[in-house]
């Protein structure tokens, strides 16, 4: 079981970002699917998750309306696209494969960990 994170880097305020996470087909085709966040001093909080068809997703509030969940299945990768980004989302940003079909907003409902990307947005 893999999870491979990627797309993070150095952005000003206002800036974009997309971050890209490659899964093993075998396991996350029919599972939710999750991003995590965790500053430097602060615990994991939850980013984003979608279902395992992309057909709902729901979002923390400090990033709604600013990044967007989505993921291919021929790929078998999920995407956080991230735009008007501020100081506050710096942090390294994990996705992770939920253990139902539905992802969740705790982290205890998600069996599977890629490493992580660093975003940091400067002001």
């Known amino acids: 079981v893999q999870l491979q994170a990627s797309g993070g880097g150095l952005v000003q305020a206002g800036g974009s970002l997309r971050l890209s996470c490659a899964a093993s087909?075998?396991?996350?085709?029919?599972?939710?699917m999750g991003w995590f966040r965790q500053a430097p001093g602060k615990e994991r909080e939850f980013v984003a998750a979608?279902?395992?068809?992309?057909?709902?997703?729901s979002y923390a509030d400090s990033v709604r309306g600013r990044f967007t969940i989505s993921r291919d299945y021929g790929k078998s990768t999920v995407y956080l696209e991230m735009n008007n980004l501020k100081p506050e989302d710096t942090a390294v940003y994990f996705c992770?494969?939920?253990?139902?079909?539905?992802?969740?907003?705790?982290?205890?409902?998600?069996?599977?960990w890629g490493r992580g990307t660093l975003v940091t947005v400067s002001s």
């Open positions: 087909r075998r396991t996350s085709s029919n599972n939710g």
């Open positions: 992770a494969t939920a253990r139902s079909s539905y992802g969740s907003m705790s982290p205890d409902r998600y069996n599977y």
């Open positions: 979608i279902a395992w068809n992309g057909g709902s997703a």
